[in-house]
């Protein structure tokens, strides 16, 4: 067990650190300054220095990975959270540093990727499929919904994320539908994460106002 735990963490650091290859290949042909961000019509806002966003990007990445491995491993009640939902958290990063920093860099030397379509889409799928499997996540420290009174109360957490799951799935539908429309997007996708984090909050908390 513990070799294919190791083995894991290896492969999505790995993973992560990938698109560093494709940065060799395209070094030269990149400018000085690469686009890190853009707003909802897809016009570059914030751009950082090659080495930055060549090396350094991939980096953060697999940084970032070897936490949550670590988070998600280390938790007493690892083995109650969803199956799926532990693998998408062990996965999310690499999958998202092999699609993201690339399209980054093709964008940078002259690629016309549609980045304002390709973002919402990827995080209405991830949130579709999370909400999917709420439901069936059990009391955890790392997966799920972690407050005070879920965690306290196994009949919250449960009641909690059955209405939790249904808002997210409708809330990634939602979202990727709007990744497709010709519209400004960004204040949509804030409102739908407002209300995706904020109405299973109050929820809880008026169970837990009940006694439960």
Known sequence: MTRKIDRTLIITTLICLLPI???FVLYNKLPDQIAIHWDSAGTPDNFA?????VWG???LMAGINIFSYFMIQNDPKNANASSVLKQLGLWILPITSVIIIPV??????????PIQTLVPVMVGV???VCGNYLPKSKQSYTVG???????????????????????????????VIGGFLNINWLPITLLLVAVLVGLPFMYSYSLYKKGI
Request: charged content about 15%.
């Open 145 to 175: 919904i972690k407050l005070p009174w879920t965690l306290h109360s196994k009949e919250n957490w449960n009641r909690t994320h059955r209405m939790a799951g249904f808002l997210w799935v409708f809330g990634g539908v939602c979202m």
């Open 21 to 23: 290859v494709l940065a």
């Open 49 to 53: 220095p090659k080495a930055i966003a």
């Open 57 to 59: 990007l991939p980096l």
């Open 126 to 128: 991830i949130i579709i």
């Open 104 to 113: 980054t860099l093709f964008k940078a030397i002259g690629y016309n990727i």
